[in-house]
């Protein structure tokens, strides 16, 4: 079962752009305070103060849905994309790290201009709703890329069903 667990956990790690990529030294966004102010698909207002990596894990998630059963339905309406079958040699887990990398980039990118490298808590970067909207359906297809590569490992582990 930690076997298992270990390989659920390292396909996430590398489906998530900050793990990929940094920025001057900023550790993957850990060393970068944001404060991600929203409005969900139904109105609502939604803030949440983080790190750029920690918004990246959980709240640009969390903004789209009230639980990940939900945002995983709709995510679940798509068929999944097709990718790579295993095995996963090291010159296609590469492919897959740069492929990811490139949403890390792109994730800086969208930052607002002035963006600092690294700063405290006290001092965050405000991320406006343009944001959120702006990386929406990268983000949806990174988490279902994620899920077919996930899928295609345990299924190449276990058998398919």
Partial sequence: ???????????????????????????????????LHAKRSDGTSYTRASTFHSM??????DLQAYSWG?????????????????????ARVAAWANDTHALGIRA???????????NDSSHPVEISNDYAVAIKAELDRELVKG???????????????
């Fill in 1 to 35: 079962m930690r076997a298992l667990k270990l390989v659920v956990h390292l396909a996430g790690d590398l489906e998530q752009p900050l793990h990929a990529s940094e920025h001057n030294g900023d550790q993957g966004g850990n060393r970068l305070h944001v404060i």
């Fill in 56 to 61: 990246w894990d959980d709240s640009l998630v």
């Fill in 70 to 90: 939900s945002y995983a339905d709709s995510l679940d309406a798509d068929p999944l994309p097709t990718v790579d079958a295993p095995p996963y040699d090291d």
């Fill in 108 to 118: 800086y990118q969208l930052l607002p201009a002035g963006t600092p490298d690294h």
């Fill in 147 to 161: 899920a077919a590569r996930l899928k295609a490992i345990l299924e190449d582990a276990f058998g398919s069903s």
